[in-house]
C-alpha cells in the first residue's frame, strides 16, 4: 500500500471523525477546554465541511491539481484559525484546550506538507488543468 496516495483518504476520516466526535460531545469538550460551545461548534461544523470535500477529493479518479492546492490551503488556512482560536481564548482555556488546539494545527499541517510534496502523485495525469 502506497501511502503518499492514501494521503487524501488521511485527511477525509482525520476531519470527518474529529468533526462527528467534537459536534456528538461539544458541551462536554466545551467544559474541558473552557471555551464557549459556539466556539466548539465552529471547529467541528468546519471539520465535517472540510470532512466533505476532502471526501469527494479522495473518491475521484481524476483530480486537478487547482482541486488538490485548494485541499492544501484549507488545510493552512485551518491552522491559521486554530492559531487564533488560541490566541483569542489564551487567558481562559484549559491546558488541555490550548494543547488539543495545537496538536490539530501542527497535525494538519503535516497533512498540508504531504498533499504539497505528493501532489505530482495525488493528480491524475488527465486532471492536470
Known amino acids: ?5 492514501k494521503i ?10 474529529v468533526g462527528l466526535i467534537v459536534l456528538l460531545f461539544h458541551s462536554m469538550i466545551g467544559a474541558i477546554y473552557h471555551i464557549p460551545e459556539q466556539t466548539i461548534i ?9 470532512g466533505w470535500y476532502s471526501f469527494s477529493l479522495a473518491i ?29 481564548y489564551f487567558n481562559v482555556a484549559s491546558l488541555i484546550g490550548i494543547a ?3 496538536c490539530e494545527a501542527m497535525f494538519v499541517i503535516m497533512l498540508a506538507y504531504f498533499e504539497w510534496k505528493y501532489r505530482y502523485e495525488l493528480v491524475s495525469k488527465d486532471g492536470s488543468a
Open 1 to 5: 500500500m502506497n501511502i503518499q496516495r
Open 8 to 17: 487524501i483518504w488521511v485527511d477525509c476520516i482525520a476531519a470527518i471523525s
Open 42 to 50: 465552529f471547529i467541528a461544523v468546519s471539520n465535517l465541511l472540510y
Open 60 to 88: 475521484q479518479k481524476s483530480r486537478s491539481i487547482k482541486r488538490l492546492q485548494l485541499l492544501v490551503f484549507g488545510n493552512l488556512f485551518w491552522a491559521l484559525v486554530c492559531v487564533g482560536v488560541v490566541v483569542q
Open 100 to 102: 488539543f488546539i495545537v
